[in-house]
């Protein structure tokens, strides 16, 4: 009886201390921080240069390359569900020089040949190295506009869908002009991204709702 007074108390104090082990666990050092859109899987898109389409009349000696098209049923563009810019407002985005290239909200790279998407933003701010662009911000003011070897304007001419309308893009060079029908939110600028000495004219169309967007380039 004795000894099981002395091995009971034994007993409930081994059980007391049945507790998990802490345990230190060594991490490897801290990498130095890049920019995550670096390391991203980047989706590339190739240009379809010459581009011909009933919606564009070309009476000059320039030609026509569609850079991205991802608006369902518009110059036989499709939707892409893996492009998204993560905005309510797509002409708030900024066009920034950026890498070599111009960079559009944060995450579409445009250069010479071809353009990279990435599902990450890079970390710049809005304000470095923004180009100008030429629109009415859906005021329907039909903006008339000068660039370096010649002219245009942006005229509205119905609405597309509640956050769109369309407008008609004329391009005056001294050979000839092009026109572009019924662009969606068109806005234009001019950049020399070949770095030939030639400034190319860039128009974008896009739609809010959708995140859908079109690029346009004429060049000599």
């Given amino acids: 009886m004795k000894l099981f007074i002395y091995i009971t108390p ?14 230190t666990e060594t991490l490897p050092p801290e990498q130095p921080k890049t920019q995550v859109a670096t390391i991203d899987t980047a989706l590339i898109f190739n240009y379809q240069t010459n581009f011909v389409d009933r919606n564009i009349i070309n009476k000059s000696d320039r030609k026509v390359d569609l850079l991205f098209n991802g608006v369902k049923g518009y110059l036989g563009g499709q939707s892409i569900s893996n492009v998204s810019f993560r905005t309510e407002c797509m002409g708030c985005q900024s066009i920034q020089e950026f890498k070599g290239g111009l960079l559009f909200g944060k995450r579409l790279l445009i250069t010479a040949e071809k353009i990279k998407y990435y599902k990450n ?23 008339k506009f000068n660039f370096q070897d010649g002219k245009g304007s942006i005229k509205y001419i119905g609405i597309s869908c509640n956050d769109a309308d369309f407008n008609k893009v004329r391009l005056t060079f ?17 950049y020399d991204l070949d770095a030939d000495g030639q400034n190319e004219q860039y128009l974008f169309g896009y739609r809010n709702c959708n995140q859908e967007m079109v690029i346009l380039r004429t060049r000599k």
Avoid at 11 to 19: F, R, V
Avoid at 123 to 132: Q, S
């Fill in 121 to 143: 933003n890079f970390d710049i701010p809005d304000t470095i190295n923004r180009i100008n662009t030429f629109s009415d911000e859906r005021e329907r003011t039909n903006p």
């Fill in 10 to 23: 034994l007993l409930i104090l081994c059980s007391c201390n049945n507790k998990p082990n802490k345990v």
């Fill in 174 to 190: 001294p050979k000839g002009e092009i026109i572009i029908d019924s662009l969606i939110n068109a806005s234009f600028f001019e």
